[in-house]
């Protein structure tokens, strides 16, 4: 199932001009229908190729690959590169070695989050920061405004300012020339054997690598910075930051090869229904959007350090820290043929029928459905029971006494029982 995950992230950049192509859109021409190919966060993209169930079954149990092109690839290098992504981002960027990377956030002075991001540390003052498409434009006038002291980033501290100057640059724009990078995903627990050269064995570089390690190599003959991360929750994994010239290429060398492997080509719905299985936010859903979602909420806090002397947006996480009883909950419906879907906004209930939380995303896996919840922690503790209850999807259904919108501690039958998982999953 593909739950609305898709128009939100796309719509949440606006009304403006016709989406672009990324560099691998000839591919998805020649292997998804026209049918299957949809806007998202400004670009065209696949929802599937053969099929949703399909592809996810491919990243379990083989490998899959993705079009992560759309995603912003940031450069911040020179004196000082360090110190002002350590003021940045919440993580402690300053404590990467050269090699590693880091999941991080990046905030407004409010604390607002403006988005999500790897930082990856490639020299001493030189960084890369990967941030999610919709919010590519965002961040870097975001960054820009900082470089320029346009902005204020300490409401407690007026004076305050950001430690260094140092160049931002986007790896996407042709004018880096040769330094051009854009990410591909290849993910599953075949994907070492399928991006080692044949007769190769395994590349010491991969093999070695651990999560969150990087190597600048070469795959297949093409030269890539190769990362041990990804956004399926898959245990091997890997993104590849290739030159958008190469990336076609790289692409259809690593389908061919990895054909036989059982390696599909994966769209958006599959790297939605991994990444809800595996417990992990979408910006906008499972982290900040309309209920404002915070990093301690979504799971993440470990990513907030709050022993750092400063960073944007610090002092209002400190006080989110511990101002809520709410969490994103990770929960197991039954899914079998003729069991209504839950989507978005759905209505979490206790065992008494009292409103606690609603749904932020599902989707269905084999017999199961399983849903991200923002919900009251006391009551999605390991395996609590929970109810589900069918927010209106229509004019009719209101008509007929179904709310649309349930208010927290509403009292209401549940019209579907599950249970809590562990937060994230063990794949």
Request: glycine share 10%; proline share 4%.
């Amino acid at each position: 199932m593909l739950d609305n995950n898709v128009d939100h992230e796309s719509e949440s950049h606006g009304l403006e001009e016709e989406p672009r192509r990324t560099v691998l859109y000839d591919l998805h021409r020649r292997l998804a229908d026209k049918s299957h190919i949809a806007s998202f966060a400004g670009y065209l993209m696949p929802l599937w190729y053969s099929s949703i169930s399909a592809e996810h079954a491919a990243v379990r149990n083989a490998a899959g690959i993705f079009d992560c092109t759309h995603m912003g690839v940031l450069e911040i290098s020179g004196a000082g590169a360090g110190g002002f992504v350590d003021q940045l981002t919440t993580n402690n960027a300053a404590a990467l070695e050269v090699g590693r990377a880091q999941y991080s956030f990046i905030l407004g002075p409010s604390g607002d989050i403006l988005d999500d991001v790897i930082v990856y540390r490639r020299g001493r003052e030189e960084f890369m920061l990967v941030v999610n498409a919709a919010n590519d434009a965002r961040i870097k006038s975001w960054i820009g405004s900082l470089l320029d002291d346009e902005v204020c980033i300490d409401l407690e501290r007026p004076d305050r300012r950001i430690c260094a100057r140092p160049r931002l640059r986007d790896l996407r724009a042709a004018d880096c020339r040769n330094d051009c990078r854009v990410d591909i995903a290849v993910q599953g627990p075949r994907s070492l054997e399928v991006l080692s050269a044949p007769g190769e064995g395994k590349k010491p570089e991969l093999h070695e690598l651990r999560p969150f390690q990087f190597a600048e190599t070469d795959i297949l003959g093409i030269e890539c910075l190769i990362s041990r991360t990804g956004y399926t929750g898959a245990r091997l994994g890997f993104e590849l930051f290739v030159h958008p010239d190469k990336a076609l290429h790289l692409c259809e060398m690593i389908l061919e090869a990895g054909g036989p492997l059982g390696v599909l080509p994966c769209g958006l719905g599959a790297r939605d229904s991994l990444r809800i299985e595996a417990g992990l936010p979408l910006y906008g859903h499972e982290l900040a959007g309309p209920l404002d979602i915070s990093p301690f909420e979504a799971g993440y806090g470990w990513a907030v350090k709050l022993d750092k002397e400063f960073f944007i947006g610090k002092a209002a996480m400190e006080r989110r820290s511990k101002a809520t009883d709410m969490t994103v909950a990770r929960i197991q419906l039954p899914g079998t043929k003729g069991i209504r879907p839950v989507r978005r906004n759905d209505a979490v209930l206790d065992t008494h029928g009292r409103c606690i939380g609603w749904v932020l995303s599902c989707a269905v896996i084999g017999e199961k459905q399983i849903a991200l919840a923002y919900a009251n922690r006391a009551y999605v503790q390991g395996n609590d029971a929970i109810g589900i209850y069918y927010s209106a999807r229509s004019e009719r259904q209101i008509r007929q006494g179904r709310k649309r919108n349930v208010e927290k501690c509403e009292l209401l039958e549940s019209d579907l029982t599950g249970e809590v998982l562990s937060r994230f999953a063990k794949l």
